[in-house]
C-alpha cells in the first residue's frame, strides 16, 4: 500500500509541476477470486489482481481523465503528461474542480467493510462449499433436474485517493459470496432460479443449508406456470421486485439526471411525490453495509442521506460538479472507477420497513399478482412509464394460488409511487438496494 | 447477481477512451494483422521462447491445454454537453491472461504488469485446475494469417482531437437547429484500439488490432411542460472517416434522435395483452439476438441449460426464418479477423427455414459436442476467458415489401426502435424494450406508443412470424451483449417482420 500511495504522489507532484491548477489521483488494488462448480465438478478457477490509476487534472476551469492499468513509472509519467495536454482541449466549465477544503473525509476505522479473515480462506475450503451447496441444493426437491453453477465469489483490497488540496484517503474493502442457480423440469418445460449470499464479512454470510434451501423453492415454484390473462391488480412486490423499483428511483434522484433533465423528478424537490408512509433513505454509514464506505470517490465523508420522508422528496444526491450546477451541497455520493468521471449515485438505498407481515400484505388481495421478478427493459426515466417483464404467483382469494409467466407489469411511476398501500417489516440488507414487501393498488398486468 | 443475458445499447456515458503511446506511432498506420510480430513482442516484452515457457508452467499439473492472451488496449473519449466539450479522457489498459483446460474444467489468472515473474506466477495460478499426471507436449507455433475485416487508413485514436470536436459540435449544432423544442444535447466519441497477441499449446499464434469506434447522441424535447429524451448511435470497426458516409453524419444521428424525443412527446399508452406486431427493420435484430441466439450459444446446450437443448433437426421456428451468426461482416461492430481463441470465424448457419442446424462454439463446447468449432470464441478482455458468443446475428431476408407487410395488418404495434433485451435461456422467455413505436390502423401507422416492453417465449415467437421483408439490415448501433459478467461489441440484423401475436405491455 505505501508503495501505491507513493505512485500517487509522485502524480500529484508532476502534475502540479506541469501546470495543473487541481489534481486528484485514484487507485484501486484488489484480488478477487471466482470458483465455479458445476455437477460435483470445478468448472472454473479463476484468480486475479485488477489494479488500475486514474488522474483528473483541472487547469483554468479546464479539466480531464486519464487512466492506466501500467503502474510502471515511466508509463504513469505518460499519463500525467497526457492529461495536462488533452485538458488544453475541453472548454472552460466554472462548476469543474475538486471539492472545497473544509468538507473532506477522514480515513476510520469501525464500519466493518474489510474482514482479513477472506484472504486467509484456502481454495480448498471454497471449493468445498460451494459443491456442498450445490449437492445440497440438488437434493431439495424431486423437480429439480439440473444445475447451473454453484459459485463463490471474493474480492478485497484497497481504495487510494489523493488530492492536491492534501486530502490523503485510503479505505479497505473486502466481499464475498455463494450463490446458486438451479434448474427444474416439468413436461420438457425447464424452469430456473438462483438464490445467494454476500457480505463484507465471511461470518455473516446465511448458512449453506438456508441458500440451498431458498434457490431450491424459488425454482421449484415455477413449475407449471400460466399466462395469466390481461387485467389491472393489485399488485405485490417481493424484496426482489421492490429492490428493482428502488433502482428506478436510485437512478432519477441522482444530480446528473436532475440537471441532464433525465428525471421524472426534476422539478419536484420539497414536494409529495408519494404515500405518506414511503420513507427512502441513502446511508454510507451503514456498518457492514455492502455500499458503506469512509469518503467518496472525490473525498467527501460518506454519510446518511434522507432522500424521500414521509412522502417528501427531501433531497438529490450530489457529487462536487452536480451540486455546483444546482446550487446545492454535495451529499458525499460520488462515484467513480479509475477510467471514470465522479458521478453522484446511491450507497445503501432502502425503504424504511413498515407494519405488515407479508402474508397479511397478501392477505388483503383477492385477485392479484405476487410480483418476484421483472426485467430490466421498459422504464422511461424522463416520463416514469414502467412497463417490465415480470414473474411471480398469482393470488387467489388472499392465498398465493400459481405460478405465472410471460406476463408485463405496467403503470406510471407518479401513480405508483402514489399507490403504495401496505409496507412490509420484511427489510433485509442483501445488497447495496433493499426494499421489504409492499403493495401497489392498482397495475395493468398484461399476458394473454 | 442476475443470470440473464442481455443485450442493450450502450449509454452515452459510457467511460471514455484516448491516447497515443509511443509504439502506436510507429508506422502503425495501415496494419494488417499477423504482420507484426516484432512489434507486439516488444509491446507485450515477451519472446516465443518466454510464451512456451509460460505454457509449460501452466501444463505443467497435466492439464490437456493451455493458451496465453496478451492485450493492450488504448482507448480515448470525448463529450459534449450544453454546448462545451466538458468530457475528454485518454486511457491504457494492458495485461495478459492464463488459462489452461482439463475436459471442460478451466484455471484462470490473469496479471495486469507486464513482467515475465508475474506472468509465471498467473501460469502457476491457472495450472492448479489439472491434478493429472499427463504431460502434454507444446506443439511448434504456427502463425494463423487472415483476412483483414477491418481496414483502417488511420485509426481514428491517432487523429487530432480538434478534429473529433468539431464532429460532435456539428452533432450538438444540427439536433438545436433542427427543432426549438430541442431543449438539450449531449454527443459523445468514444474510440479504442485493440492490440492482441495469442499463443497455445496447440501451436496456434496469431496476433489482431481491432478498432472500434462510436457516436452516441442524446437530445431532450420539451414542449408544454411535456419531455421526451431519445439517443441515436453509430458503431463500427472502422475509422473516423465512418462517419463521412451520407447516412452516419452527426447530422444525421443527431436529427434522428431529435426526431424520436419530438415525436414521443405526442406519444400515447401502448395497448396491453397480445398484438399482433410488426418489427421495423435493422434494430428490431435485438429479437434474433434474444429469442434464438444466446440459446444456440454452445455452452449451455451442451450443459442442457438452453430451451433448445437436443433439439438440432426438429423444427423451432417458422419455415419462413433462416437464422445465420457471421462474424465475418467488414467493418461491422461484430466483426473478428479471428476469435479469442485462434479460429476463424465463419458464416453459421444456426435455423434454415425453420430446422435447427446447428450452435455457436468455443472450443470446449466443439470438443464436449464433437463438432468443429465455429470461429464463436470470444472475450471481453486478457481478464477473462472465452465463452461462446455471437459475432452479428440475423434474420434472412424473405419476399415481401414492408409495405405490403404493413398494409396486411388491420390493427396492431409496429415497433421500430429498441433500448435492448433480455433471455432466460433455460425456459427461452424473453423481454425486448422498445423505444419508438406506432399504432398500425387499417394498414397504416398512426399515433406514437409511449416506450413499452414486448415478451415472449423463443420458438413460441418464431413459429408465429407470418411475413418476412426483403428489407434485411444490419443494425450499426452500439450493441454491447452481456454474457456472465462479460460485455462484447456485437451486431444485430432484421428484415421487416410480421409477428401474428406477441404480448405487449402496455398500460
Keep these: 500500500m505505501q508503495e501505491l500511495i507513493k505512485i500517487a504522489e509522485r502524480v500529484i507532484k508532476e502534475a502540479r509541476r506541469g501546470g495543473a491548477d487541481e489534481v486528484d489521483v485514484l487507485i484501486n488494488n484488489f484480488t478477487s477470486a471466482r470458483i465455479k462448480v458445476r455437477l460435483g465438478k470445478i468448472e472454473e478457477l479463476r484468480q486475479s489482481n485488477p489494479r488500475a490509476l486514474g488522474i483528473r487534472v483541472f487547469k483554468n476551469k479546464r479539466k480531464a481523465l486519464t487512466y492506466t492499468s501500467d503502474l510502471r513509472p515511466e508509463s504513469v509519467s505518460t499519463m500525467v503528461q497526457k492529461a495536462l495536454e488533452i485538458a488544453r482541449l475541453s472548454d472552460i466549465d466554472e462548476y469543474n474542480g475538486l471539492p472545497e477544503g473544509n468538507l473532506f473525509g477522514t480515513t476510520k476505522t469501525g464500519l466493518g467493510l474489510y474482514d482479513p479473515e477472506i484472504a486467509q480462506i484456502p481454495t480448498e475450503r471454497k471449493i468445498q ?18 444445475s447451473g453453477g454453484a459459485f463463490w465469489n ?66 421449484a415454484r415455477k413449475v407449471g406456470s400460466r399466462k395469466p390473462a390481461t387485467q389491472s391488480v393489485p399488485v405485490v412486490f417481493d424484496p426482489q421486485a421492490g ?45 457492514g453495509g455492502n455500499d458503506s464506505r469512509y469518503f467518496d470517490d472525490e473525498g467527501l465523508a460518506g454519510r446518511r442521506n434522507v432522500v424521500i420522508e414521509n412522502g417528501v422528496l427531501k433531497t438529490f444526491l450530489c457529487d462536487c460538479y452536480s451540486a455546483r450546477k444546482l446550487k446545492t451541497v454535495p451529499t458525499g455520493s460520488a462515484r467513480r472507477g479509475a477510467s471514470s468521471e465522479p458521478a453522484p449515485a446511491t450507497s445503501n438505498f432502502f425503504m424504511q420497513a413498515g407494519r405488515y407481515s407479508p402474508a397479511e400484505i397478501i392477505g388483503s388481495i383477492q385477485n392479484g399478482l405476487f410480483l418476484t421478478d421483472v426485467n430490466w427493459v421498459g422504464v422511461n426515466y424522463v416520463t416514469g412509464d414502467y412497463s417490465r417483464g415480470a414473474e411471480g404467483i398469482w393470488i387467489e382469494n388472499g392465498k398465493l394460488a400459481y405460478p405465472v409467466q410471460e406476463c408485463t407489469v405496467a403503470g406510471n411511476m407518479f401513480d405508483m409511487l402514489n399507490s403504495i398501500s401496505m409496507i412490509g417489516n420484511d427489510l433485509e440488507f442483501r445488497g447495496s438496494i433493499n426494499s421489504p414487501t409492499f403493495k401497489i393498488d392498482r397495475l395493468m398486468v398484461s399476458g394473454q | 447477481m442476475k443470470r440473464r443475458e442481455f443485450l442493450k445499447t450502450s449509454g452515452i456515458l459510457a467511460a471514455g477512451i484516448v491516447t497515443a503511446p509511443a509504439w502506436f506511432n510507429m508506422g502503425y498506420s495501415k ?18 521462447a518466454e510464451a512456451q515457457r509460460l505454457l ?10 493451455a493458451d496465453l492472451f496478451f492485450e493492450y488496449r488504448t482507448s480515448s473519449g470525448l463529450r459534449i454537453e450544453d454546448g462545451i466539450i466538458k468530457d475528454i479522457s485518454n486511457g491504457i489498459v494492458l495485461g495478459m491472461g492464463v488459462r489452461a483446460v482439463q475436459g471442460d474444467q478451466i484455471g484462470y489468472a490473469y496479471t495486469d504488469a507486464i513482467d515475465f515473474p508475474k506472468m509465471l506466477i498467473a501460469a502457476e495460478t491457472a495450472a492448479n485446475i489439472a491434478d493429472t499426471a499427463n504431460s502434454f507436449k507444446i506443439s511448434r507455433f504456427q502463425n494463423i494469417s487472415c483476412k483483414n475485416l477491418y481496414p483502417v487508413e488511420t485509426y481514428s485514436v491517432n487523429i487530432d482531437l480538434n478534429r473529433k470536436i468539431e464532429l460532435l459540435n456539428q452533432a450538438d449544432g444540427a439536433a438545436r437547429r433542427f427543432n426549438s423544442r430541442v431543449s438539450s444535447v449531449t454527443a459523445s466519441i468514444a474510440d479504442e484500439l485493440r492490440q492482441i497477441m495469442y499463443f497455445d499449446s496447440e501451436g496456434k499464434n496469431f496476433q489482431d488490432v481491432q478498432p472500434l469506434f462510436a457516436l452516441r447522441v442524446r437530445v431532450t424535447a420539451e414542449d408544454n411542460g411535456k419531455r421526451q429524451g431519445a439517443n441515436a448511435a453509430r458503431s463500427a470497426r472502422a475509422g473516423l472517416d465512418f462517419l463521412d458516409k451520407p447516412n452516419n453524419t452527426p447530422t444525421v444521428v443527431a436529427q434522428q434522435a431529435a426526431t424520436i424525443a419530438i415525436t414521443n412527446l405526442d406519444a400515447k399508452p401502448a395497448p396491453a395483452g397480445p398484438q399482433v406486431v410488426i ?57 473478428i479477423n479471428i476469435d479469442d481463441e485462434g479460429h476463424l470465424p465463419s458464416n453459421t448457419v444456426l435455423i434454415e427455414n425453420g430446422i435447427l442446424k446447428g450452435y455457436m462454439h468455443n472450443s470446449i463446447s466443439a470438443r464436449m459436442m464433437k463438432v468443429n468449432p465455429t470461429g464463436n470464441g470470444r472475450r471481453q478482455s486478457y481478464a477473462y476467458p472465452p465463452l461462446a458468443r455471437m459475432t452479428t446475428t440475423y434474420l434472412q431476408k424473405g419476399e415481401c415489401t414492408a409495405e405490403e407487410i404493413i398494409r396486411s395488418v388491420k390493427k396492431g404495434v409496429y415497433a421500430k426502435n429498441f433500448s435492448g433485451g433480455q433471455v432466460d435461456t433455460i425456459k427461452g422467455d424473453f423481454t425486448f424494450g422498445v423505444i419508438e413505436a406506432y399504432l398500425i390502423e387499417d394498414g397504416r401507422l398512426t399515433a406514437p406508443l409511449k416506450d413499452v416492453t414486448l415478451i415472449g417465449n423463443g420458438p413460441d415467437v418464431m413459429n408465429k412470424i407470418l411475413m418476412v421483408g426483403d428489407d434485411l439490415k444490419i443494425s450499426d448501433s452500439t450493441w454491447s451483449c452481456g454474457k456472465d459478467g462479460q460485455n462484447i461489441p456485437v451486431s444485430v440484423g432484421n428484415p421487416t417482420v410480421k409477428i401474428s401475436e406477441i404480448t405487449v405491455g402496455g398500460s
Design chain 2, 279 to 335: 418489427l421495423g427493420p435493422a434494430e428490431s435484430g435485438v429479437l434474433i439476438h434474444e429469442a434464438v441466439g444466446h440459446g444456440l450459444e454452445a455452452d449451455y446446450n451442451y450443459k442442457n441449460l438452453s430451451n433448445y437443448s437436443g433439439k438440432v433437426g426438429q423444427k423451432v421456428a417458422s419455415e419462413r426464418c433462416t437464422i445465420i451468426d457471421t462474424g465475418l461482416l467488414p467493418g461491422s461492430r461484430g466483426a
Design chain 1, 154 to 219: 471474493d474480492s478485497y483490497g484497497q481504495t487510494i485517493l489523493l488530492n492536491s488540496h492534501g486530502f490523503s484517503g485510503e479505505q479497505e474493502f473486502s466481499n464475498c459470496s455463494l450463490s446458486l442457480q438451479l434448474v427444474a423440469e416439468k413436461d420438457n418445460v425447464k424452469q430456473t432460479d438462483y438464490w445467494w449470499s454476500g457480505q463484507r464479512t465471511f461470518s455473516k454470510l446465511d448458512p449453506i443449508e438456508s441458500i440451498a434451501k431458498t434457490a431450491a423453492e424459488r425454482t
Design chain 1, 243 to 287: 429492490a428493482d423499483l428502488l433502482n428506478i428511483i436510485a437512478a432519477v434522484v441522482v444530480g446528473s439526471a436532475i440537471y441532464r433533465k433525465n428525471s421524472f423528478l426534476i422539478d419536484k424537490l420539497g414536494q409529495s411525490i408519494a404515500v405518506k408512509e414511503l420513507n427512502i433513505i441513502d446511508d454510507a454509514t451503514l456498518p
Design chain 2, 31 to 48: 496494419t494488417k494483422p499477423g504482420s507484426n510480430l516484432q512489434d507486439m513482442e516488444t509491446l507485450f516484452s515477451v519472446s516465443a
Design chain 1, 129 to 146: 462449499m460451494a459443491s456442498d451447496l450445490e449437492t445440497l441444493g440438488l437434493k431439495q426437491n424431486s423437480l429439480i433436474t439440473n
Design chain 2, 56 to 65: 509449460d508452467r501452466a501444463l505443467a499439473k497435466g492439464a490437456q491445454s
